[in-house]
Nanobody, 126 residues
């Protein structure tokens, strides 16, 4: 099993930045493919970014690329999401998730992830 705890959410004005962090514990070796998802009220959960176990390959939802950066520290079992130039439409609950190794073509499918954190709220005001 894997336990995931997110932190770093909060309220920020449009154009600002936030850095989310996800601390993983448990079987982090088997479930080392890590992703960030978000869900706004009344909407489906959508993929934000993901990172392979080595950290050398990352994936981003097309509409976020360039503003968000995913990174990981395997020594500390953490995965961070640096969010820049935030927009009001970025307001959502953000979740960290862990999966067994995935093909890049399916990284954005929530159903492929076995473990989820409790979420952290991000609110961006205009």
């Amino acid at each position: 099993q894997v336990q995931l705890v997110e932190s770093g959410g909060g309220s920020v004005q449009a154009g600002g930045s936030l850095r989310l962090s996800c601390a993983a514990s448990g079987d982090t070796v088997s479930y080392a493919f890590m992703g960030w998802f978000r869900q706004a009220p009344g909407k489906e959960r959508e993929a934000v970014a993901a990172i392979r176990p080595s950290g050398g390959i990352t994936y981003y939802n097309d509409f976020l690329k360039g503003r968000f950066i995913i990174s990981r520290n395997n020594a500390e079992n953490t995965v961070d999401l640096q969010m820049n130039s935030l927009k009001p439409e970025s307001t959502a609950e953000y979740y960290c998730a862990a999966a067994r190794p995935l093909y890049g073509s399916i990284w954005s499918r929530p159903s492929e992830y076995s473990y989820w954190g409790q979420g952290t709220q991000v609110t961006v005001s205009s």
